[in-house]
């Protein structure tokens, strides 16, 4: 098994109402030097190791990820073995 992560954030040309409202917050409670913070999604998936990075692809721009406003990466991670 593999974890495989799909981060999916707002293109850089698209306005981030909720990263904004958030810069505003910190500002307000003081944490200064702050100027920009984009708020995104992160999906978790547990996949056979023998899925191919194509179909996690094909998942993420079909399901996970509005391509015309958001971008989108993936990447895998190591599992932890529980005995």
Do not use: C, Y
């Not at 505003?24 to 023998?50: A, M, P, W």
Request: proline residues 4%.
């Amino acid at each position: 098994m593999a974890k495989v992560v799909v981060n999916v954030m707002p293109k850089t040309e698209i306005l981030d109402p909720q990263g904004q409202a958030i810069v505003g917050v910190l500002g307000r409670l003081g944490f200064g030097g702050i100027s920009d913070v984009r708020q995104g999604k992160r999906f978790e998936i547990e996949v056979d190791d023998g899925v191919a990075d194509e179909k996690i692809a094909e998942i993420a721009e079909s399901l996970l990820a509005n391509t015309v406003i958001e971008d989108w990466s993936v990447s895998r991670e190591a599992t932890e073995e529980h005995p």
